[in-house]
């Protein structure tokens, strides 16, 4: 089990409170928070957290408007998944 935080603090304050007013795709596993309201993204492997970052991608690639909360959103989400150790350590074995 792969768990992908998301501190609301780095991340220009994405809660979990906020993300559940966006209608974004969730990933398999879906969003859960911390007692902080930080987003928790959990994932089977880091193969189906890349795959999830693309499915995110494509998503917000579809959005009209990069400025839009949905699309900083995403692009917050596949920021936190690049940036995860585990993912990075995956991608380059």
Same mark, same amino acid.
Request: no cysteine; hydrophobic share 35%; glycine share 4%.
């Given at each position: 089990?792969?768990?992908?935080?998301?501190?609301?603090?780095?991340?220009?304050?994405?809660?979990?409170?906020?993300?559940?007013?966006?209608?974004?795709?969730?990933?398999?596993?879906?969003?859960?928070?911390?007692?902080?309201?930080?987003?928790?993204?959990?994932?089977?492997?880091?193969?189906? $957290?890349?795959?999830?970052?693309?499915?995110?991608?494509?998503?917000?690639?579809?959005?009209?408007?990069?400025?839009?909360?949905?699309?900083?959103? $995403? $692009?917050?989400?596949?920021? $936190?998944?690049?940036?995860?150790?585990?993912?990075?350590?995956?991608?380059?074995?």
């Amino acid at each position: 089990m792969l768990r992908i935080e998301i501190p609301a603090k780095e991340y220009s304050g994405l809660t979990f409170s906020k993300l559940e007013q966006l209608e974004l795709p969730s990933p398999t596993n879906g969003f859960n928070s911390e007692i902080n309201d930080n987003v928790i993204l959990s994932f089977d492997d880091e193969q189906e $957290a890349i795959d999830y970052a693309h499915e995110i991608d494509k998503y917000a690639e579809s959005l009209k408007d990069d400025s839009s909360p949905e699309y900083i959103a $995403a $692009a917050m989400i596949i920021t $936190a998944i690049g940036k995860d150790e585990f993912v990075q350590t995956y991608i380059q074995s």
